[in-house]
């Protein structure tokens, strides 16, 4: 048995760079070819990769173009390049992010809207929670089945009760500023 652990660990270090190869190349593929990117693999370097289980985390270099246009004596990016001659508008790409994180923000929102309510229906009475670390530890996993710590701008969520029978739960939105008119919320009545 000593003889086979002792193979083992002379042939880890020359068996693990190969391994590393092949994964990366399949990171190069899979952002190559990501929603047709249509992107070389000159264009993409794979600088790091941590696997974790069936899951993976690469950080990872893509050389692309960008069209830039001055306004107001700024260089501003007005295109971005995706692929061999595909380009998007970068405005595009904006309201399709900004879409995509409001309608996920609004689904978190109701989430910690339905766990705060159940929560009130079960101890007859809104949670007293000193900040919204402590309310996520009152609410996960019975009332909420997973830490929703962060809006999907990484904006840390907000928590307040505004009464005894009247509590919001509320992101700060685009900008971050808590009390703006892009924030979303979410009131919980009792």
């Given at each position: 048995m000593r003889r086979h652990a002792l193979w083992l660990v002379i042939l880890?270090?020359?068996?693990?760079?190969?391994?590393?190869?092949?994964?990366?190349?399949?990171?190069?593929?899979?952002?190559?070819?990501?929603?047709?990117?249509?992107?070389?693999?000159?264009?993409?370097?794979?600088?790091?990769?941590?696997?974790?289980?069936?899951?993976?985390?690469?950080?990872?270099?893509?050389?692309?173009?960008?069209?830039?246009?001055?306004?107001?004596?700024?260089?501003?990016?007005?295109?971005?390049?995706?692929?061999?001659?595909?380009?998007?508008?970068?405005?595009?790409?904006?309201?399709?992010?900004?879409?995509?994180r409001t309608q996920t923000t609004r689904k978190q929102l109701q989430l910690l809207k339905d766990g705060v309510q159940l929560w009130a229906e079960r101890h007859g009475s809104l949670p007293q929670a000193a900040d919204f670390g402590a309310l996520m530890a009152m609410l996960t996993p019975g009332y909420v089945p997973e830490v929703l710590a962060t809006d999907a701008w990484s904006h840390p969520y907000i928590y307040r009760r505004l009464s005894p029978n009247t509590a919001e739960v509320r992101s700060p939105g685009p900008d971050g500023l808590p009390g703006t008119p892009d924030d979303l919320s979410e009131r919980v009545e009792k």
């Open positions: 880890l270090p020359v068996l693990l760079p190969g391994c590393g190869k092949a994964v990366n190349r399949q990171i190069q593929n899979s952002v190559a070819h990501f929603d047709n990117l249509d992107l070389s693999q000159d264009e993409i370097e794979v600088i790091s990769t941590q696997e974790l289980g069936d899951h993976a985390v690469a950080q990872v270099k893509i050389k692309t173009a960008v069209k830039l246009t001055k306004q107001n004596g700024q260089w501003v990016i007005d295109e971005i390049r995706i692929g061999d001659r595909r380009w998007e508008k970068a405005d595009h790409i904006r309201a399709i992010l900004r879409s995509e």
